[in-house]
């Protein structure tokens, strides 16, 4: 079994001038995995997720990304994710290259690279300005019929990282309740970096859940808790405050750097984060 700690997984597999996919739709969002990518200083990744939401806007705010590739971006419920806004509109703390899509471009895309396709096709963007602001959205023929279709290059991360409700012994992994395109984003990536709530000696797989089979995992992480502050289905919800919070934090680019240091340049962990915040009077 691919067992290992999340910072040996990311020492070992997350380099810099990667494009790297942190994918969870709602809940299951591997905060922890890339608060540990910030800790490790990484620089010049690409980042790709349908919705780059807190995460990416620490992450972005790091220092650690040059390129976005999305279909969303925000603090979900509250309002914009600043540190994205603020590297996109003015380059701080270094310019960041977008590349802006709709949920079903990114999805198809996802499903391209999955299927070792170069590119994949859809009926959309047409009557949007997508295309205009996107060289990467084109469109074909399609031979069969003579319709005008939509294609996005197929996405292939370097790594994909996803949290997950549970492991067995053998690296298989068990997701379930709202999923989005982590299975997709999964089966695209040259590798495949898991956390997970806990390690179980078999996974009794509900309805509708998602096994991604161990030979195409490369390393898991037991991670309690690494999806906080969004939920993971069985074990503890979204916690709301923290995401509301998070606006003042991150408006202020003093507050968020000071912010940074101390729950996360100073923490060896997530768990240790989340300590620290409690005791600094965070009601989490």
Known sequence: ?????????????????????????????????????????????????????????????????????????????????????????????TPLEIHEHSHAGMAAAYVAGASRLPFGVLRGYFGTDLPEVNPQIRSIQCPYTGEQLTTVPAMNPDVTILHAQKADGEGNVLLSGIIGAQKEAALAARKLIITVEEIVERLDTPMNGVVLPAWVVTAVACVPGGAWPSYARGYYSRDNAFYIAWDDISRDRARFLQWLDRYVYSTVDHAQCVQTLRADGYDL
């Open 1 to 93: 079994m691919p067992l290992m700690t999340l910072r040996d997984a990311i020492r070992d597999h997350v380099h810099d001038g990667e494009t790297v996919a942190l994918e969870g739709f709602t809940h299951l969002i591997p905060f922890a995995a890339g608060q540990e990518i910030i800790r490790q200083r990484r620089q010049n990744l690409h980042l790709v997720r349908m919705t780059p939401d807190l995460i990416y806007d620490q992450m972005v705010g790091a220092g650690c990304a040059n390129r976005l590739t999305f279909s969303w971006g925000g603090n979900p419920g509250v309002g914009s994710a600043h540190r994205v806004r603020e590297a996109i509109e003015k380059g701080w703390p």
